[in-house]
């Protein structure tokens, strides 16, 4: 079994979670460019993880211009049986809380000019994207986590508003977002989440939860405040994907390929 982990940002100290780290391949490129990074690779009880840092090593790819088609495509091309990402995110609904952990069931998409299918000109294919998250991945990964003791700090659904950034958003769009029925807002769940459907990789997320959105906290979204969240919400989101890891032959469905 081979579970790729695509990590957003502040995710680095994931690394951690798995012995003797190496290049998994000799180069980033692929059909569709280049990926974010070349993977890692590493040996757990469970098998083999890829870790791929969704904005490169070092960080420079705002998600906007992440090329997710060529880290989509090299996580399957490495064997990846399944994919766990993570997605640093802000909070609407009032009952989440920063450095809380979530686990999305549903995605609604607002953004807009980025390569978002594999589908070439020319050919007709289309993807159900009913349930975008694989159930049995998501069931794994909150029982993970409620077996760490996260419970009031982990979410087991939640309907992530994927926009477009770098920028932040005004009020008014959180407003309309929640209107909408959306509980937390990121910028890079799609189109990640609908490349690998189409590429039959199960997948699934967790978000951490960094800053209350626009107009839902007590002043400006600072750069602190989402530090010192990053920090505190890393460490739990390290727990549960060691302990999802060490389930994971029980968790992961079947491989695709």
């Known amino acids: 079994m081979t579970l790729g982990i695509i990590g957003g940002t502040g995710s680095q100290p994931l690394a951690r979670i798995g012995q003797d780290w190496r290049p998994a391949t ?17 040996s757990t009880d469970a098998g083999e993880i890829l870790l791929l840092p969704r904005h490169g090593k070092p ?3 705002a998600p906007h211009i992440v090329n997710y088609r060529a880290n989509i495509w090299l996580m399957k091309e490495l064997g990846a049986d399944a994919v766990v990402a993570t997605y640093a ?22 953004t807009w000019g980025r390569r978002h299918t594999y589908v070439e000109p020319g050919e ?10 694989d159930g049995r991945i998501r069931s794994g990964l909150i029982s993970a986590g409620e077996g760490c003791d996260l419970t009031g700090r982990l979410h ?4 992530y508003g994927c926009v477009q950034g770098p920028r932040l958003e005004t009020a008014a769009e959180i407003d309309r977002m929640e209107r909408d029925g959306c509980t937390v807002v ?14 039959g990789i199960p997948y699934a997320g967790v978000c951490l939860v960094v800053n209350a959105a626009a107009g839902r906290g007590d002043g400006p979204i600072t750069g602190a405040e989402i530090e010192a969240a990053l920090k505190s919400a ?5 727990s549960l994907l060691d302990t999802f890891l060490s389930s994971a032959v029980k968790a992961l469905p079947d491989s695709p390929r």
């Open 26 to 42: 000799d180069s980033a490129s692929t059909p569709y460019g280049p990926a974010s990074a070349v993977p890692e690779v590493a």
């Open 59 to 61: 960080p420079g790819f």
């Open 89 to 110: 995110v802000g909070a609407i609904a009032p009952n989440i809380r920063n450095a809380d952990l979530l686990v999305p069931h549903q995605v609604i998409d607002y």
């Open 124 to 133: 007709i294919r289309h993807v159900d994207f009913t349930e975008p998250f």
């Open 156 to 159: 087991r659904s939640g309907i």
């Open 186 to 199: 990121g910028m890079t769940a799609m189109p990640e989440t609908a490349l690998a459907k189409e590429l």
């Open 234 to 238: 890393v460490v739990d989101l390290g």
